[in-house]
């Protein structure tokens, strides 16, 4: 992990950057610190650099299915070429991507959270998630972070909606779905007393979306992605602890990666070891 790490430290933002980096307090930003964070997780030998194959695998340590592992390995290659050094104009071949490199894949209809360094904005990110989320904003539910997303959305930015899809769903997936609970016979029912006039209470509104939210709420629980839960994304730091509960729970693909990180002196790995709540 030495190169990536020695990189972090030599690369430094500059002045194509300064708008967004008069915006901090005044701190230093290292180049990409936060986005290198997030992809060091798929580099568990260190050399700056993950293949198709660590992301599949990387994955899987996550908990994810084999079919959820390749199609998130699908969407990751994408991210390749723009990863590359500059004055490398070919595409790799083995769609590999550079890990200092991932903060020019930087995409449209996001939270706005990552800068163009790939360094995190606090205060964009505290704004995004203040306004789709209720008091005290300590976690979003499945609803408002499916209008979050969709809100977000730029015209004709077709990649970059899909690309938020994708790693928001992800998330959910790590963080909302252990907790979900939904009862098709109770969505059932309640359609059918809404439809029929015969519920005892009403939506504001009789639209075909108020009849949806009025009913996945009523046939659902749990579900909900806490607040640093999702921020810790941003840097990587959810991937370990997401890998060390998979570890704990007898995950062999976890333990395996785990063990690749340890082998090479992975410094994230013991910086986040904790348990997962």
């Known amino acids: ?57 990387g994955f899987r340590a996550l908990g994810f299915s084999t079919f959820l592992s390749l199609f998130s390995t699908l969407v990751i290659c994408t991210m390749s070429y723009p990863s590359l050094p500059a004055g490398h104009w070919l595409p790799d ?37 203040n306004s789709h989320t209720d008091p005290p904003h300590e976690e979003i539910t499945p609803i408002q972070l499916y209008d979050a997303v969709a809100e977000r959305r730029l015209a004709y930015d077709f990649y970059g909606s899909f690309a938020a899809i994708f790693e928001w769903l992800a998330t959910w997936i790590l963080f909302g779905y252990p907790s979900f609970h939904f009862s098709i016979q109770i969505a059932l029912q309640r359609t059918q007393e809404l439809l029929s006039g015969k519920a005892e209470s009403f939506p504001d509104t009789l639209t075909w979306r108020s009849i949806f939210v009025d ?63």
């Open 93 to 129: 071949p083995l769609f590999r991507i550079h890990v200092l490199g991932l903060h020019k894949a930087k995409h449209g209809s996001d939270s706005g959270s990552f800068r163009r360094d790939g360094s995190v904005d606090d205060g964009r990110f505290d704004d995004f998630w």
């Open 1 to 57: 992990m030495s190169n990536a790490n020695d990189a972090r430290k030599n690369n430094r933002g500059n002045g194509d950057d300064q708008e967004y980096n008069n915006e901090t307090t005044g701190a230093e930003t290292i180049v990409g610190e936060a986005m290198i964070g997030h992809g060091e997780f798929f580099d568990p030998d260190g050399d700056g650099i993950f293949s198709p194959l660590d992301t599949f695998q």
């Open 215 to 277: 009913t996945f709420n009523a046939a659902s629980s749990g579900g909900n992605v806490k607040k640093e839960d999702a921020k810790s994304l941003y840097d990587g730091t959810a991937f370990y602890v997401a890998m060390n509960r998979e570890a704990k729970n007898g995950n062999k693909w976890a333990q395996s990666w785990k063990a690749k990180h340890s082998k090479h002196g992975n410094r994230e790995l013991q910086k986040y070891e904790r348990p997962m709540y």
